[in-house]
């Protein structure tokens, strides 16, 4: 978060936006081969989640398309979660 923020006041008078997004867990095959390889490591991976799931890709992405669009231009410097409540907790 430091970082995001120190780099985005460097360089945001050149036009540059910087931002983090922090995911709870998101269903990828790196996930899925590295951390929830049983069922039910899986369930346990989804019930720190207080929606009781992980992410889909396709539930990040618009929001990253979202944050490099010019309707996101007065954005920089934030850490945004997209992590079905896990950061809540």
Do not use: C, K, W
Not at 3 to 22: D, F, Y
Not at 60 to 81: K, M, N, Q, R, Y
């Amino acid at each position: 978060m430091g970082l995001t923020r120190s780099v985005a006041l460097e360089i945001a008078a050149r036009g540059v936006r910087v931002n983090a997004i922090t995911t709870g867990g998101v269903d990828t095959p790196l996930a899925r081969g590295s951390m929830a390889t049983t069922a039910e490591a899986l369930a346990y991976i989804e019930s720190l989640h207080p929606v009781n799931r992980i992410a889909q890709p396709e539930e990040i992405a618009p929001f990253v398309a979202f944050l490099l669009s010019d309707e996101a231009s007065f954005i920089t410097g934030a850490a945004l979660a997209i992590d079905g409540g896990f950061t809540t907790r």
